[in-house]
C-alpha cells in the first residue's frame, strides 16, 4: 500500500471490527428500497379501491385491508430483515457512521420507482436525490475519522428517554389536531425524524446490554430506564410506521424514503453526537463540517419534495 494511503488509513477511527457494520448497512439498504417500493404498491391499490380518504391518514379498515395485500406483506418482511440489518450494524459500529449509508436506499428506490410508475425523474429531482446523497456522503466521510463508541451511562439514557417522550407527545398532538392540514412532507419528515428515535434507542438498548454483560448485571434503577427506552422505542416506531402508510397514499416512494434516509440518520447523528458522545474527539472543522453536510442533505429532500414529477398534479 502506497506510504500515503497507509498513513490515511492509520488516522481512521473504526477497527476491523466496527467496519464489518458498513458492508452489513449497506445490504439493509437494498432491502429498505425493495420493500418501500413493494408496500407502497400495497397501500396505493388499498387507498385506490377503498371509500375512505386516506391524505390525513389511513383508517383503521384501510390497515386491515393491507394485511391481506401480498405486495404490502412482502414489502414488510422485506423492510423487516433490513431492520435487523441496522440493528446488527449499529452494534457493531458508531451510529454517525452506519446509519447515514441508508441513503443508497434512495437512488435504488429512485430508479427502480422511475422503472415501475413509468415518470421518468426530471433533472430537478435527480438533482435533488443527488444533493441528498452528496450531503450524506460528506458526513460519513468525515465520522469514519472521528466517530468512536462509548458505554451507555445512566444519565445519557434518561436524557434520551426524555427528548423521546416529548418528541411522541408533540407529533401525536400535532397529527390529532393538524391532520386534514398535513401535506405529505409532514408524514415524511415526521416520520424520519420518529425513525432516527428508533435507530437510536436501539443504539443505546444494544449498548446498555453490552455493559450490563460486562458489570455481570448488576441491578439497579438504570434498568427501569432500559425498560422505558424500549416502551418508547415501541411506540416511536408505531407512529412512524403509520406516517409512513400515510405518506405511501399521499407521495411516491423514492420520496418517502428520502426522509427515512436523509432525516432518519440526520437526528440519530446529532443525538449520537450531543448525547452519546461518539464524536467527542473531533475538531471544531468537523462539527462545522457535519452541520453543512446535514443541511445540504435536508436542503434536498424539500427540493425533492417540490420538483418530483409524481408531486406535482
Not at 404490502?72 to 422485506?78: F, K, R, S
Not at 465520522?143 to 439514557?157: D, G, R
Not at 432525516?263 to 471544531?284: H, K, N, Q, R, W
Request: hydrophobic letters at 55%.
Amino acid at each position: 500500500m502506497p506510504p500515503e494511503l497507509t498513513d490515511l488509513a492509520s488516522e481512521l477511527s473504526l477497527t476491523p471490527h466496527a467496519a464489518l457494520g458498513i458492508p452489513i448497512a449497506l445490504v439493509g439498504a437494498v432491502f429498505l428500497s425493495i420493500g418501500t417500493q413493494f408496500q407502497h404498491a400495497g397501500v396505493a391499490h388499498v387507498d385506490r379501491n377503498s371509500a375512505d380518504d386516506a391524505t390525513s391518514g389511513l383508517s383503521m379498515k384501510q390497515i386491515v385491508a393491507l394485511l391481506g395485500r401480498p405486495s404490502w406483506v412482502i414489502g414488510t418482511l422485506l423492510l423487516g430483515l433490513a431492520i435487523v440489518l441496522q440493528l446488527t450494524s449499529i452494534g457493531l459500529a458508531p451510529l454517525i457512521v452506519v446509519q447515514p449509508l441508508g441513503a443508497i436506499a434512495l437512488v435504488i428506490t429512485a430508479i427502480v420507482n422511475a422503472r415501475v410508475s413509468k415518470v421518468k425523474l426530471d433533472r430537478a429531482s435527480i438533482r435533488a436525490i443527488a444533493t441528498c446523497v452528496g450531503g450524506i456522503a460528506l458526513f460519513v466521510g468525515v465520522a469514519a475519522f472521528f466517530a468512536e463508541s462509548h458505554p451507555i451511562t445512566e444519565t445519557q439514557l434518561a436524557v434520551v428517554l426524555t427528548i423521546l417522550a416529548v418528541v411522541l407527545a408533540t407529533f401525536g398532538t400535532l397529527f390529532a389536531i393538524f391532520r386534514d392540514r398535513f401535506k405529505p412532507i409532514f408524514y415524511i419528515i415526521g416520520a424520519g425524524v420518529l425513525f432516527g428515535f428508533v435507530a437510536t434507542i436501539a443504539k443505546v438498548v444494544i449498548g446498555r446490554i453490552q455493559t450490563l454483560i460486562e458489570m455481570e448485571f448488576h441491578t439497579g434503577s438504570i434498568e427501569w430506564l432500559t425498560i422505558g427506552l424500549v416502551v418508547g422505542l415501541a411506540g416511536a416506531a408505531a407512529l412512524g410506521s403509520y406516517f409512513v402508510q400515510t405518506a405511501y397514499s399521499n407521495g411516491p416512494p423514492d420520496l418517502v424514503i428520502a426522509g427515512l434516509t436523509v432525516i432518519d440518520p440526520i437526528v440519530a447523528i446529532t443525538i449520537g453526537i450531543v448525547v452519546l458522545g461518539e464524536a467527542s474527539g473531533a475538531p471544531l472543522w468537523a462539527m462545522f463540517a457535519f452541520l453543512v453536510a446535514g443541511a445540504i442533505a435536508i436542503w434536498g429532500v424539500f427540493q425533492l419534495s417540490k420538483h418530483h414529477p409524481q408531486t406535482q398534479n
